[in-house]
């Protein structure tokens, strides 16, 4: 049974910045994609980024939304199934619940993602 975890959401003042943490319980792969997504009150869940993996040599394959790039950064820990999001200059539109997802897969467009995680509060204040 898959169990996905984040940690590290919390209240920011805007240009500050946050790591957020996702333990994937359970979960193995020979290709994977992990990643973070976000959904603010009355908006629809964004893809925030993702990041693919192979045991063939591949690795480290990352997508970003337009809007966090170069802001944020996406990560992974193999051996401890843990992906991280580095979040910096922070804004106060990033203001959202963030999820964490994983996905067994076939190739680094990372659309599909199968086990999901509760979410943990990202806030960002003037």
């Known amino acids: 049974q898959v169990q996905m975890a984040e940690s590290g959401g919390d209240s920011v003042q805007a240009g500050g910045s946050l790591r957020l943490s996702c333990i994937a319980s359970g979960f193995t792969a020979t290709r994977k994609c992990m990643g973070w997504f976000r959904q603010a009150p009355g908006k629809e869940r964004e893809r925030v980024a993702s990041?693919?993996?192979?045991?063939?040599?591949?690795?480290?394959?990352?997508r970003y939304a337009d809007s966090v790039k170069g802001r944020f950064t996406i990560s992974q820990d193999n051996a401890r199934n843990t992906a991280y999001l580095q979040m910096n200059s922070l804004k106060p539109e990033d203001t959202a619940m963030y999820y964490c997802a994983a996905a067994r897969a076939d190739n680094s467009n990372c659309l599909d993602f199968t086990y999901w995680g509760q979410g943990t509060q990202v806030t960002v204040s003037l």
């Open positions: 990041i693919y993996w192979s045991v063939y040599g591949v690795g480290g394959i990352t």
